[in-house]
């Protein structure tokens, strides 16, 4: 299967996008078109074999409208009227209003050319020369709802084309029955509706595209931080070329203050690294030889040569961006309901407005009151809010979440992840650093430090040689405690798998590892039992320093929490979540780390592959897992899981097979993406609810009912704001969402 993805100009309301996704039953071999009204872009999964992407794009313009790739267009959806445009409207409807209700009804002084009761033709001519500017710059509505009703397709446009239509077209009916002599029709002119409807309702459009604008802001601000060059070092020369023309393995170099332009590993020099606008995280990360550097981040001090290792759509910020859009296309399952309304709602207001019509005219009312009834009807009735009220929630969640380095791959994720009661949290790297740590050391004068510098040049000379993590948790102990320096030469180095090293110089020897290789070599670690005895109940691993046979040292590493793990876990327990620990370690270490982190239930000495096993029991007991996890061995667990999320420096593996990415490795980011999905699943139940309640609540207003016990009838200006405003309403509620604060 292939995917493509068009951008679609001409949709006004959820009918048109209903429409569009229609390709799929029109065409064989399309399985899947998602239709996004938020951003005007179509997302269609098809068979090539069967169907190509012009074929596609052919049937999209035979629905009236017109596809385009998302690279021949802006970002952002474009505003369907220009400020200038607007701005003729809104001058020649408010004159046009003046005349017909200042003049006409209140009795405003005008020059008697312009009277009704002495001037009638001149009065309503003057109507319709004001109204004449008003109809050209919306006429798009006209060109677009009498396009797809006439293909039987009826959508917003038509809607308002039909109801203003009728309005002009009794207009001109009076206009020639004054002309005729029959000068009473003068005060039975719709001009005035027509003008300010139009008005209206374009004022609403261009509020609604702006603040839809500002939902594709996450998106635009990601896209503006690629680097537009690189400064290249080919055959010892730097050149600038543009960033497109970087080939993988080439030498970059960043000067301070540079941006880095695509992902890479140091190879010269060292830089601090300002992340912040992909992981939102605001504190520099310094950067060494060997350190990975990405495409957008910039450095902030000190010059640095990268090798290319990632180009063009391989990029963690080419990643992010598409992760965002995906999602951003994505359709939540509680907009289904909506969805399907929404295809069959311009028809039924179609038939009920002129249902009510025709019972009102029947009923004897006069004919004014009839097309004041159709009129507004038509008018209130647009299903805009109806179609906006998802995506632009999913839109602005997403946004919200990729600004702070919370990445959601669709807007199921962010259904499911509200539901979520069951938090389960990998251990290494996810609760804790995944960087083993000296936590207690003593040499054989009792001490708890390694006070004895005549073993520390030999202890280093032996670390220095071994890349073990063990090892290394050693050598930076060893060098916070003091500097070392030595000029020590081993003669021989072995290193003993599953026990330690050994290794000797002209005339020591030196072994460093375990107990059980202390013990094979006849080393007596008792004097040291009493100062390490605590660390070993804490599951710690103990290795062993001995001097010709004599132990001088012994030091407790563990794999230590993260600093924020232990609030996070506390606020995911008040949230009214169950936390779960798996690790591989035995229940000792386990039971050390999970009280440390504040977690009362957890599984140790688990295999690798038993862990998706685990979250398939919590399943089974009608749990929803939520599981948290960032190396190889977490990605079954993650695709297995309701919502995978993926510590995102962690391996591409468990990144591919999450739902969520959390780009910070901080489980404080766990608790933001829960409640970000929380407030975004609410904030569309919200815009769901109120466009349902306006429709339903609005039309029978509109046809009149409450005239029946003695109320008004609603003037169809009024109905055009109230229509307006609903979609602003909506927009305006899912842009809340850009407030949800961050956990820390």
């Not at 300002?274 to 060997?290: F, Q």
């Not at 012994?554 to 924020?564: G, L, P």
């Amino acid at each position: 299967m292939e995917k493509i993805e068009f951008a679609i100009s001409g949709m006004t309301c959820a009918a048109c996008a209903r429409r569009v996704e229609r390709v799929q039953k029109k065409l064989p071999g399309i399985q899947q078109a998602s239709v996004n009204l938020a951003t005007n872009r179509g997302l269609f999964v098809y068979d090539e074999t069967l169907v190509t992407p012009d074929r596609i794009a052919q049937m999209i313009r035979d629905f009236g409208y017109e596809p385009s790739l998302p690279d021949d267009a802006d970002m952002a959806t474009a505003n369907t009227w220009s400020g200038t445009n607007l701005a003729i409207a809104l001058v020649f409807a408010a004159l046009v209003f003046i005349l017909a209700m200042g003049v006409g009804m209140t009795g405003l002084p005008a020059p008697a050319w312009l009277s009704p009761d002495t001037a009638p033709l001149s009065f309503a001519v003057a109507q319709l020369l004001l109204t004449l500017p008003v109809v050209v710059t919306g006429r798009s509505f006209y060109r677009i709802g009498v396009r797809n009703l006439v293909k039987l397709a009826p959508n917003m446009d038509s809607l308002i084309a039909l109801g203003t239509s009728a309005a002009l077209g009794y207009s001109l009916f009076g206009l020639w029955q004054i002309a005729a002599g029959h000068t009473h029709w003068v005060h039975l002119l719709y001009f005035e509706s027509a003008a300010v409807i139009l008005a209206l309702v374009m004022v609403g459009k261009y509020l609604e595209e702006r603040s839809k604008q500002k939902t594709s802001l996450a998106i635009e601000t990601l896209m503006n931080l690629g680097a537009k060059s690189a400064l290249v070092v080919r055959n010892g020369a730097e050149c600038e070329v543009p960033v497109q023309d970087v080939q993988l393995n080439d030498i970059v170099r960043v000067r301070p203050g540079g941006k880095i332009p695509v992902d890479g590993v140091v190879i010269a020099g060292a830089t601090t690294v300002d992340e912040s606008m992909l992981t939102g995280e605001s504190i520099p990360v310094e950067k060494a030889v060997g350190a990975v550097v990405t495409g957008g981040s910039i450095a902030l001090v000190g010059s640095i040569d990268v090798k290319v290792v990632r180009i063009g759509s391989d990029t963690t910020l080419a990643r992010i961006i598409w992760m965002v859009q995906q999602a951003q296309q994505g359709r939540a399952p509680i907009a289904r309901l909506a969805d399907q309304v929404s295809g069959y709602f311009v028809p039924a207001v179609l038939a009920i407005a002129l249902g009510a019509a025709a019972l009102w005219w029947v009923a004897g009312a006069p004919v004014s009151f009839v097309f004041s009834v159709l009129i507004a009807v038509l008018i209130i009735a647009c299903p805009c809010a109806l179609g906006l009220a998802t995506p632009t929630a999913i839109m602005v969640g997403t946004g919200r979440g990729a600004e702070n380095g919370v990445l959601f791959k669709g807007g199921e994720t962010l259904e499911t992840a509200c539901r979520v009661t069951t938090i389960v949290l990998d251990k290494t790297g996810t609760i804790t650093s995944g960087q083993p740590r000296v936590i207690g050391l003593g040499g054989s004068d009792g001490q708890t430090s390694l006070s004895l510098t005549h073993t520390i040049p030999l202890l280093h000379a032996v670390i220095s040689r071994s890349s073990h993590p063990l090892d290394v948790a050693i050598r930076h102990a060893v060098s916070e405690q003091q500097n070392v320096a030595t000029n020590i030469t081993l003669t021989t180095f072995e290193a003993i798998p599953g026990r330690g090293v050994q290794a000797s110089t002209s005339s020591q020897t030196v072994l460093l590892g375990s107990r059980r290789l202390m013990e094979e070599q006849h080393v007596d670690i008792a004097p040291f039992a009493t100062a390490y005895q605590p660390y070993a109940q804490q599951g710690a691993t103990l290795v062993f320093l001995a001097i010709d046979g004599i132990a001088v040292a012994w030091f407790a590493i563990a794999d230590t929490i993260k600093e924020t793990s232990r609030a996070a876990i506390t606020t995911l327990r008040a949230m009214g979540l169950e936390v779960v620990m798996l690790t591989g370690d035995g229940p000792e270490s386990a039971a050390a780390i999970a009280a440390q982190a504040g977690v009362d239930d957890f599984v140790a000495s688990m295999l690798p592959a038993e862990k998706a096993g685990y979250v398939q029991q919590l399943q089974q007991q009608g749990k929803k897992v939520a599981m948290v996890g960032d190396g190889i061995n977490d990605a079954p667990a993650l695709a297995q899981a309701d919502v995978g999320m993926a510590i995102g420096s962690g391996t591409d593996v468990a990144v591919e097979s999450a739902d969520i990415v959390l780009m910070k490795s901080d489980l404080h980011d766990v608790v933001f993406a829960l409640n970000l999905s929380r407030a975004t699943i609410r904030n569309i139940r919200q815009n769901l609810f109120w466009a349902f309640f306006y429709n339903t609540a609005s039309i029978p207003i509109a046809a009149g009912v409450l005239t029946l016990f003695g109320g008004p009838l609603l003037n169809p200006m009024i109905a055009a704001a109230a229509m307006s405003l609903s979609s602003v309403s909506v927009l305006g509620n899912a842009l809340r969402l850009r407030r949800v604060p961050i956990a820390r």
